[in-house]
């Protein structure tokens, strides 16, 4: 059964940075998609990152470009989002999600095409 857990959030200031890791495991298929979302208070779950296991293609969305960095490691099935110069904006529930397909552009940060989805984990960002 496929599992994806979620870890490393918490609080933390601004200007700081957090690492985030999803744990991916009960599948053994070659070519999948992880995405990061979040969803802050009163909003809609937003794509924040993604990247193909098949050839580690990456897609962020505009708001943390230049600041956030995803990257995997397939002996561990483990992707993971480096959150640097961490804003109060980026405070919400942090999810990870999977889709067996390689999803090309930015349809990788399109909610609605993943199948799997792990628990979230908090992030806070306040002085």
């Known amino acids: 059964q496929l599992q994806l857990v979620e870890s490393g959030g918490g609080l933390v200031q601004p200007g700081g940075s957090l690492r985030l890791s999803c744990a991916a495991s009960g599948f053994t298929w070659n070519y999948y998609t992880i995405g990061w979302f979040r969803q802050a208070p009163g909003k809609e779950r937003e794509g924040v990152s993604c990247i193909s296991a098949s050839d580690g293609s990456t897609n962020y969305a505009d708001s943390v470009k230049g600041r956030f960095t995803i990257s995997r490691d397939n002996a561990k099935n483990t992707v993971y989002l480096q959150m640097n110069s961490l804003k109060p904006e980026d405070t919400g529930v942090y999810y990870c999600?999977?889709?067996?397909?390689?999803?090309?552009?930015?349809?990788?940060?399109?909610?609605?095409?993943?199948?799997?989805w792990g628990q979230g984990t908090q992030v806070t960002v306040s002085s």
């Open positions: 999600a999977l889709v067996p397909l390689y999803l090309s552009g930015t349809y990788c940060l399109v909610r609605r095409q993943y199948t799997s």
